[in-house]
């Protein structure tokens, strides 16, 4: 059991870590405005969290939305 766990976090961060290097270099100007224009030390600051969030990050990329979602709490 816990060998399929290293296997399948190893195989999620492998993924990850090949969708980072995407993101961080054509993706994130997709879907946020904001970080065009941005240096080599901002990318090299959001691919770790690029890495771990890659499933979220890649719906959005692939959905072309460019705003955040909107916050759902009650302090709206």
């Given amino acids: 059991m816990a060998a ?3 296997y399948v976090l190893s195989l ?3 993924v990850g870590i090949v969708f980072a290097g995407a ?3 054509v ?3 997709r879907i946020d405005p904001g970080a065009v224009g941005t240096g080599v030390a901002f990318r090299a600051l959001i691919f770790p969290g690029s890495v771990a969030f ?3 990050l890649l719906r959005r990329w692939i ?3 460019s705003e955040p979602p909107p916050e759902r ?3 709206r």
């Fill in 4 to 6: 399929l766990f290293v």
């Fill in 12 to 14: 999620y961060l492998l």
């Fill in 23 to 25: 993101f961080v270099y």
């Fill in 27 to 29: 993706g994130v100007t």
């Fill in 54 to 56: 890659w499933p979220m």
């Fill in 63 to 65: 959905a072309g939305k």
């Fill in 73 to 75: 709490n009650h302090h």
